[in-house]
């Protein structure tokens, strides 16, 4: 399957700092990405679509302010944790959906393991 | 209403034998994906199998298979000759039609422990 890279996978900062989270597809391109955010023992929460050159769409309840997304390629999409706080400490997981050769699948990164002390 | 819906939260099944890990979903759009990921202790989530509302067959990857009954709307997954590292969170996902922005909705997960 594809490849889906992301970095850091393990990120531990200090309360009122922002912290950038890369995800990048290294063997095709991805018009679309998702983050996702995971609590421990619990489901994939989706947080937001990112599309390629336009602005990500973002589910009900998320703060687009306080996690600001841009996907400037087809292979790289950044989600960026502003002003974070211990209550937004969580695992954040992307994916990038693979369309084509008869295919239509997302594929997921390693995820990010976000501590805010 | 639940989108997906995983009514095992863990499952244990001897090492070698076959194990069913069921998966409902609930949609109105005639143009559906469903897929099954795992998810061991390192947390990536691993793409396993997929299939499509209008596909004929039940898809198989390997010891992966899919047991897909579209009039119950039910989508199991089994996995033959289990093996120790088989052991992780198992999810159900489905994914709608563009109206829905091809988003993929997941269950709550089960955990499956494989004995030796």
């Known amino acids: 399957g594809a490849v889906v890279s992301q970095h850091p996978s393990r990120v531990i900062c200090k309360s009122g700092t922002s912290v950038k989270i890369e995800c990048r597809s290294l063997?095709?391109?991805?018009?679309?990405m998702f983050w996702y955010r995971q609590f421990p023992k619990q489901s994939l929460m989706l947080m937001a679509t990112?599309?390629?050159?336009?602005?990500?769409?973002?589910e009900q309840g998320v703060e687009k302010d306080k996690f600001l997304i841009n996907h400037a390629s087809l292979t790289l999409s950044t989600l960026t944790v502003t002003s974070a706080h211990p209550e937004d400490s969580s695992f954040y997981i992307c994916s990038a959906r693979e369309v084509g050769k008869g295919t239509d699948t997302q594929y997921f990164g390693p995820g990010t393991r976000l501590t805010v002390l | 209403a639940q989108k997906i819906t995983q009514t095992q939260p863990g499952m244990f099944v001897q090492e070698k034998e076959a194990v069913t890990l069921d998966c409902t979903y609930d949609t109105s759009d005639p143009s559906y994906g469903l897929f099954w990921y795992k998810q061991p202790s390192s947390g990536e989530m691993i793409f396993l199998i997929y299939q499509g509302s209008y596909d004929q067959q039940n898809a198989t990857e390997g010891r992966y298979s899919l047991n897909f009954q579209k009039a119950r709307k039910s989508a199991n997954l089994v996995i033959s000759a289990s093996q120790l590292g088989d052991s992780a969170m198992y999810f159900c996902a489905m994914r709608e039609g563009k109206e829905y922005g091809n988003k993929l909705v997941f269950g709550a997960g089960t955990i499956l422990r494989v004995k030796s």
């Open positions: 063997d095709f391109q991805a018009t679309t």
């Open positions: 990112s599309n390629e050159g336009s602005k990500a769409t973002y």
